[in-house]
T-cell receptor, first 117, second 111 residues
């Protein structure tokens, strides 16, 4: 079974600084997707960024980027120029690749990010 | 941008009662999911639904739980004989390809 591990329960960053959230996963599959979701106090699940395992290039979305190390099964999220609105719970998630049917997401336990002035 | 709509946003029910959580997925999506999140814990998979039948379910999804898509648009999660430990946030998601879209959730409180 696939597992996703987030070893940092809480992180703190000053506004305008950069922070990196860690995620490791375990799978025997070669085709899969990795995601970072943001959950603000409203508790809605918001997709931050997605990485396809077959792509060597790290995904980037504005201030958000990932460091995908497939051999090490590591998928960290870097937030640059942190803003107060980035304060939230961040979940790393894994999904098997396209097998003809969509497959479930497996989530990590989350990292709570605080942004300070 | 298309949205997944969940109602109600908050449901309080007495232990032992039945509840129905409703979701309106995105119209051209084919796969539908329910997840739950107990306060302060991780998000857990409950069930997936495709072509009008369950395609996968977790061990959490016991015989008190059921899902259906009664009218081709709504996607419901029914919980019979609710227990205190069913108190959680329940998220519906609809999927097309690799793109998951989550609803804003229903907070279920069993008292």
């Amino acid at each position: 079974a696939q597992t996703v591990t987030q070893s940092q329960p809480e992180m703190s960053v000053q506004e305008a600084e950069t922070v990196t959230l860690s995620c490791t996963y375990d799978t025997s599959e070669s085709d899969y997707y990795l995601f970072w979701y943001k959950q603000p106090p409203s508790r809605q699940m918001i997709l931050v960024i997605r990485q396809e395992a077959y792509k060597q290039q790290n995904a980037t979305e504005n201030r958000f980027s990932v460091n995908f190390q497939k051999a090490a099964k590591s998928f960290s999220l870097k937030i640059s120029d942190s803003q107060l609105g980035d304060a939230a719970m961040y979940f790393c998630a894994y999904r098997r690749g396209n097998t003809g049917t969509a497959s479930k997401l497996t989530f990590g336990t989350g990292t709570r990010l605080q942004v300070t002035l | 941008e298309p949205e997944v709509t969940q109602t109600p946003s908050h449901q309080v029910t007495q232990m032992g009662q039945e509840v129905i959580l409703r979701c309106v997925p995105i119209s051209n999506h084919l796969y539908f999911y329910w997840y739950r999140q107990i306060l302060g814990q991780k998000v857990e998979f409950l069930v997936s639904f495709y072509n009008n039948e369950i395609s996968e379910k977790s061990e959490i999804f016991d015989d008190r739980f059921s899902v259906e898509r009664p009218d081709g648009s709504n996607f419901t999660l029914k919980i019979r004989s609710t227990k205190l430990e069913d108190s959680a946030m329940y998220f519906c998601a609809s999927v097309r390809g690799y793109g998951y879209t989550f609803g804003s959730g229903t907070r279920l409180t069993v008292v």
